[in-house]
């Protein structure tokens, strides 16, 4: 079992950056898919990124490609995701969740494990 804590959210203006970042505890982090989906008032909660298990490969959202880096540090057992550019629709509470999965997956059911959440705002 994976259990996964997100930080790094916050107020932040259009245009700035933030980083979030998720840890997880339990030795197996490393045989783990992890993504990132975020989830606005009212909506679905949608993909955002996914890093595979060693880091080699990540897959992003059209919204957030080329303005978000996903990245992970096996031995923290951390993934983070880089957040630039940021522009108000990117409001959201943004989850980080596990997948045992041998590829690269971004549908909301193919993730086993998640975390609580971090708010980020951006402000126009």
């Known amino acids: 079992q994976v259990q996964l804590v997100e930080s790094g959210g916050g107020l932040v203006q259009a245009g700035g950056s933030l980083r979030l970042s998720c840890a997880a505890s339990?030795?197996?982090?490393?045989?783990?898919?992890i993504g990132w989906f975020r989830q606005a008032p009212g909506k679905e909660r949608d993909f955002v990124a996914a890093i595979s298990r060693i880091g080699g490969g990540a897959l992003y959202a059209d919204s957030v490609k080329g303005r978000f880096t996903i990245s992970r540090d096996n031995a923290r057992n951390t993934v983070y995701l880089q957040m630039n550019s940021l522009k108000p629709e990117d409001t959201a509470n943004y989850y980080c969740a596990a997948a045992n999965a041998d590829d690269l997956v971004k549908r909301r059911d193919e993730y086993d494990y998640w975390g609580q959440g971090t708010q980020v705002t951006v402000s126009s």
């Open positions: 339990g030795r197996t982090f490393s045989s783990y898919v």
